[in-house]
């Protein structure tokens, strides 16, 4: 079987990893396209660590809304927050270690948290905190909600 370079505007991609996976598993290491290989588990591990930043970061904007917003709590809020952070453990329980960085990635992506709940709810962006005001295990704890 040929190794075919995987491209966006070119081969079937899906046709491709299936025949890598076939040469693996025949251990026909010769015939791999290691460079294409190479960069596709690159990008795999890099679409797993935007993802998890990605939920940090709806989930923490729905926190502030909780939180800062006058009105009471809605339904549509917390199910907001519990969807994001089932998410968070369906990416956790497929990549483990990424556990490890949710604390640096929830501060990383905060500043985009804050301002998007700014935007939603028109409260201004100075009225939220400048700097993350969650832990770990409040993010992640399931009947954490600000109050």
């Known amino acids: 079987m040929e190794a075919t370079p995987a491209v966006a505007d070119g081969p079937d991609f899906v046709l491709w990893i299936e025949g890598q996976c076939a040469l693996l ?26 993802e998890l930043q990605s939920r940090l970061e709806t989930l923490m904007m729905n926190l502030l809304k909780c939180q800062f917003q006058p009105e009471p709590k809605s339904r549509a809020w917390l199910g907001a927050v519990r969807e994001q952070r089932s998410e968070i453990e369906r990416i956790l329980a497929q990549s483990p270690s990424l556990g490890g960085a949710i604390a640096e990635y929830a501060n990383h992506v905060y500043k985009a948290a804050y301002e998007r709940a700014g935007a939603e709810t028109g409260i201004p962006r100075a009225a939220f905190p400048q700097a993350n005001p969650y832990s770990k295990e409040q993010l992640l704890d399931p009947d954490f909600v600000p109050t």
């Not at 598993?25 to 591990?45: A, C, N, W």
């Open 25 to 50: 598993r025949s251990k026909q290491f010769d015939q791999l396209d290691l460079d294409t290989l190479v960069k596709e588990l690159d990008t795999m591990g890099g679409n797993e660590r935007r």
